[in-house]
């Protein structure tokens, strides 16, 4: 098997899933989701459907969007966007390449909106969207690629507000977008923290556990006691959520790690149940803990079971 073809096999099995984390998961009949509104202050939204959270700011003339979710969900999107606006959306910042949270962009891009993300987003987006197996999914026409990408950060001076994009590599996946509305105290996340329950790292793809506990320090430094945090998935965080998840997968990269150390399978591991412990906060939600466990112990294995 060529590394090409092993990382387009990847990408099919990641896309074609409902959610990236979990294949079983059932798309909805998406007639029945309901886009709901979330006024956090300064001009500054959040869109819940099903998919990704939606970050918005209400600029003088114009929209900026954060994520976009699924792509039949696009016209309900925009209804409810135009429920708190009549400006048009000018910018959508894809905060990493799975279809949850970018699957609109076609949709988007055609009312004039500007696709932007960091550039090994679009690396892989373009990767995948030339190989006519997964064209369906990514979708083969120009406008679901980003058409600015940037490299280590861009700034946007939209209004009153300051809004700072940062990458943060090798977190959830090797081309995270973190979102920093610096006037209304706002931080958008993407996936790399789910608030509520376990996260998905997409360790093909570049995810690291030891990199997402690490960002969690650069993000609670990030935020005051008063910060709004939009995760990827789950409701409106503040940083001391954000220290206790940051706990939790600090226990469960220890218990990963001295199961490897002692010569353990993953099988065994799973079979042991470690997490039980955990599961009754953190589990029985998008990710399970045997899918948990099965990620933690391929980074592990991957890098290394000591501190990086």
Known sequence: MTFRYFVLSLCAYVMLSAFPAKAQIELPEWDTVDISTQDLGHGVYMLQGFGSNIGVYVGPDSLFMVDNEYAPLSAKIMK???????????????????????GGNENFAKTGAIIIAQRETRRIMALAQKDPQLQSEIGAAAENLPIITYDQAI???????????RYVPNVHTSGDSLVIFKNANVIQTGDMYFNGFYPFIDVPFGGSIDNMISFYDELYALADADTKIIPGHG???????????QAMLKTVRTRVAAAIAKGTSLNDLKTAKPLADLDAEWGDNLITADWLLGMVYADLIKHGIGPR
Do not use: C, M
């Open 80 to 102: 409810a966007l135009s429920e708190i606006s009549d400006k048009p959306v000018r910018f959508v910042v894809n905060t990493h390449w799975h279809r949850d949270h970018r």
């Open 155 to 165: 700034t946007f001076h939209l209004g009153d507000e300051t809004i700072d994009v």
């Open 235 to 245: 409701p409106v965080s503040n940083r001391d959520q954000v220290r206790a998840y």
